[in-house]
């Protein structure tokens, strides 16, 4: 099986700038989680799908848009772009029912 | 709310000792899981471990054993045998125990260096 694939892996935007992150789960997980990792804060939940149906969310600004497809594919955006967005953003899935999440690379978005 | 705590921000080892990572976690919950995860440069979270706080018997995967102090809130990772490619950042991580709540919580993380 192959793992939890996000693209790309490394972005640069401008201020102000939108993006959108992608993150394809393990065949077969139906629930896909996003974080947010930055050095001074750690990693932080933004939130969780499963089925379409955004199950729980995280304390994140309106600028921060998400959704998930019917392949459970998941989809990130994040528009008018602030230096403060500059992190690590990891992607994760799971069965339901599981109890482990599995982890992909990430994507490494820089603000300038 | 649910916090974990990770005291140790850096830790070291000569190769092919033990270490013990130290985690505290705050809780009015009763069923929950607790996880260490491995990031090593590659940046991938890798799950090492992990406890479900119904079970008393302290979960081990080959090298790597936790020790469970529910009352104390505590899940401490011991690595034996450290090996180089164990040089990693480690965290402990939190997840309360209903099938709808996805939502990990995590430490600051420990960065651990083996040395050879």
């Known amino acids: 099986k192959a793992g939890v694939t996000q693209t790309p892996r490394y972005l640069i935007k401008t201020r102000g700038q939108q993006v959108t992150l992608s993150c394809s789960p393990i065949s077969g997980h139906r629930s896909v989680s996003w974080y947010q990792q930055t050095p001074g804060q750690g990693l932080q939940f933004l939130f969780e799908y499963f089925s379409e149906t955004q199950r729980n969310k995280g304390n994140f600004p309106g600028r921060f848009s998400r959704r998930q497809f019917s392949n459970s594919r998941s989809e990130m955006n994040v528009s008018t772009l602030e230096l403060g967005d500059s992190a690590l953003y990891l992607c994760?899935?799971?069965?339901?029912?599981?109890?482990?999440?599995?982890f992909g690379s990430g994507t490494r978005l820089t603000v300038v | 709310a649910q916090t974990v705590t990770q005291s140790q921000p850096e830790m070291s080892v000569q190769e092919a000792e033990t270490v013990t990572l130290s985690c505290t976690y705050d809780?009015?919950?009763?069923?929950?899981?607790l996880f260490w995860y491995k990031q090593p440069p590659s940046r991938q979270m890798i799950l090492v471990i992990r406890q479900e706080a119904y079970k008393q018997q302290n979960a081990t995967e080959n090298r790597f054993s936790v020790n469970f102090q529910k009352a104390a809130k505590s899940f401490s990772l011991k690595i034996s045998d450290s090996q180089l490619g164990d040089t990693a950042m480690y965290f402990c991580?939190?997840?309360?125990?209903?099938?709808?709540?996805?939502?990990?919580?995590f430490g600051q993380g420990t960065t651990l260096q083996v040395k050879p």
């Open positions: 991580a939190f997840m309360l125990g209903s099938s709808n709540t996805g939502k990990l919580i």
């Open positions: 809780t009015s919950e009763n069923n929950y899981y």
């Open positions: 994760a899935s799971r069965e339901e029912g599981a109890i482990g999440y599995t």
